[in-house]
């Protein structure tokens, strides 16, 4: 395989609730990790998570796992700046597809960095961006 890019949830899940992947994403995530290749994880994701537990949506704790697993230089998971590249890529989202901006943006930095995109969103999956599930 290679590297890949985790959706927002599909992090969390992977880091605190692993049961929550399906197995292909499960599988996925373990075989990038081993193979030591990178998960990368987008950083308006970081930004998304910080806004969800502030709303009281996400508990903290689900926030400092990430931080500690992104830290930890054993860990595959890293993230991926927003830089200009991704947005000017997300003019190749539709907005009629995928509304939610975060969701552009991850989906703008798969297809910037040519790799497939982690993710359940049903509106990301038939947006012209390859995913797994």
Known sequence: MGAVISDTH??????VEPQNLSAVARSLFEQTALAGEFIYVSAISM???????EKGRLSPIVLQRLLIALYDV???LT???LDLN???AVKQISRSSVPDM???I???????LNLPLITRDRKIQTAGVQTIW
């Open 10 to 15: 599909a992090a969390v899940w992977y880091i």
């Open 47 to 53: 930004v998304e998570i910080s806004y969800l537990v």
């Open 74 to 76: 054993n860990s595959a």
């Open 79 to 81: 993230i991926f700046p």
């Open 86 to 88: 991704i947005a000017l």
């Open 102 to 104: 975060p969701d552009r």
């Open 106 to 112: 991850i989906a703008a930095t798969a297809l910037h």
